[in-house]
Structure formats: structure tokens, C-alpha cells
């Protein structure tokens, strides 16, 4: 087996939502960085738990759930931008020690502002509550029905959709831990960017300082499943234009374009 290290990411990729899942083993990444670990004789869908024992990790049937103490869940898919899925398990870590007043369920209202600032708009439509990205490949959402099952955030993957699906008693911080981290640029190497989204990916060098020396850079092995498209996003009004883009192979960057639509 090679021990070389992964190769290091030299671009930063917005929309972050459409950057692909990267090549991270979140498993590896919880256990080598923050301490998480499997018991002896643990059930076959128990990947890890927290080292409090408060948070369980377990995987089935491609999904990817996060559980908390109440009976919270997360549940995401290996589609979606690792940065997503570590932010918001980092969070409940960091809460699970130190733990805050701010832990009511699951109300969206900050994960809102944050999008709505970052140029994204709301919408109610058939029965979906959404704040959809500014390409309408995004999307946070409520379906509208009883009891409600909690928000979503629903993004287009290299084929489907990627999905991260909270529970109603999921606390308001791991959405907006979420969200905050769906809005930065993410790095990525050139061959990792989507190529089914030319036209809405930008990228940017990765400067010196922040060339992938943390745990997300040094972490590897990819893990390439994923699951049906969420029909949230099938009730997106149409895109709107987007701005001027830079349009990125590995031969390097082309010259910035407009959108021809």
C-alpha cells in the first residue's frame, strides 16, 4: 500500500454546492482528529462514536446519520461536500463538551439570514418552503406536511442530488453550522471539479497560507455512493444568469466568459 501523501488542493471552488464531495474519509478524519472510535462488539451499522459516548455515527443502505442525545438525527449522503457533513458534526462535538442554552430544535431562522445575505432567495411552492441558491441548484427546504420531518439542504451532485436531511428535534446550530460552510469556497484540485457545471463553478488559486495542511487536507480515500434525487429541487423557479465565471481545467484557468443563456 503507498504511503504518499494525497495530492494538495490548489483552488478554492464556489459555490461550494456544487464543488463534488472531495476525496476525504470522514471516518478517519473523526477518529485520527477528534478522538471518535468504534466499541468492541458494536453493531454492523455503528461506525463511531464521540469520545463522550453521547454522539453515534452509523452508516446503512448509503446513508450516512449522525445521532444525538433526545434522539436527534442528521442523515447525509457521500455525495455531499465533506465540508458540510464535518462542520455540523463538529459543532455537536464542540456542544456535547461544552454544552450552550442554544440548543432548541431546529428552526432554519439563522441558516436563512446567512443565504438570504449570501444572494440567495425564498420561495413557498407545491408545498415546499425553500430558500434556493442563486444557479437553482440549491436549495434549503420544508415540505409542508404533518408531522413535519425537518429542514433539508438539497444541492445537484456529478449525477442526482446530494442531501442533508435533519430531524425537526435536530438543534438550530448543526443547520447553521451547515449552512456557514456551504458558503465558503472549498479547496479542490482541478480534475475533482464537476464538469457538468462549466458555466457556475468558479475558481480561484489557493493561496500559500491555506494550502491544505488542516485535517481536510490531509486526510484521504474517497468513498463514491449516493442516493435518489430529492424532489425538492424539482420545484425551483428557473436560474437566473449568473455572473461572470472562470472556467477551470487542469491545464489551468480560461478566460472569464458570461453565462450564453
Do not use: K
Request: hydrophobic share 40%; charged share 20%; net charge neutral.
Amino acid at each position: 500500500m503507498s504511503t504518499a501523501a494525497p495530492p494538495r488542493p490548489d483552488l478554492l471552488i464556489r459555490p461550494a454546492h456544487l464543488a463534488g464531495p472531495e476525496e476525504t474519509d470522514i471516518v478517519f478524519l473523526l477518529a485520527s482528529e477528534h478522538g471518535w472510535f468504534r466499541p468492541f462488539n458494536a453493531p454492523a451499522d455503528l461506525v463511531l462514536i464521540s469520545p463522550q459516548e453521547g454522539l453515534a455515527l452509523t452508516r446503512q443502505d448509503r446513508q450516512w446519520t449522525v445521532a444525538g442525545p433526545g434522539g436527534w438525527t442528521v442523515r447525509f449522503c457521500d455525495r455531499a461536500p465533506v465540508e458540510v457533513p464535518y462542520a455540523l458534526i463538529a459543532a455537536a462535538q464542540e456542544a456535547e463538551t461544552a454544552p450552550t442554552a442554544s440548543a432548541g430544535p431546529a428552526t432554519g431562522h439563522t441558516a436563512t439570514v446567512l443565504l438570504m445575505e449570501s444572494g440567495w432567495s425564498g420561495f413557498n411552492r407545491d408545498g415546499y418552503r425553500l430558500v434556493a441558491a442563486p444557479d437553482r441548484r440549491a436549495a434549503l427546504s420544508w415540505p409542508d406536511t404533518a408531522p413535519d420531518p425537518g429542514p433539508i439542504l438539497t444541492a445537484a451532485a456529478r449525477t442526482g442530488v446530494w442531501t442533508v436531511e435533519f430531524s425537526r428535534s435536530a438543534p438550530d446550530y448543526l443547520l447553521t453550522a451547515a449552512t456557514a460552510a456551504l458558503l465558503r469556497p472549498v479547496p479542490r484540485r482541478p480534475e475533482q471539479i464537476p464538469e457538468q457545471f462549466p458555466h457556475l463553478v468558479r475558481a480561484a488559486p489557493l493561496n500559500a497560507h491555506r494550502s491544505g495542511d488542516g485535517p481536510m487536507g490531509r486526510t484521504t480515500a474517497a468513498r463514491a455512493h449516493g442516493i435518489a434525487s430529492h424532489p425538492a429541487l424539482r420545484y425551483l423557479p428557473p436560474p437566473t444568469s449568473p455572473p461572470s465565471t472562470v472556467h477551470y481545467g487542469p491545464a489551468g484557468p480560461a478566460r472569464p466568459r458570461q453565462d450564453p443563456r
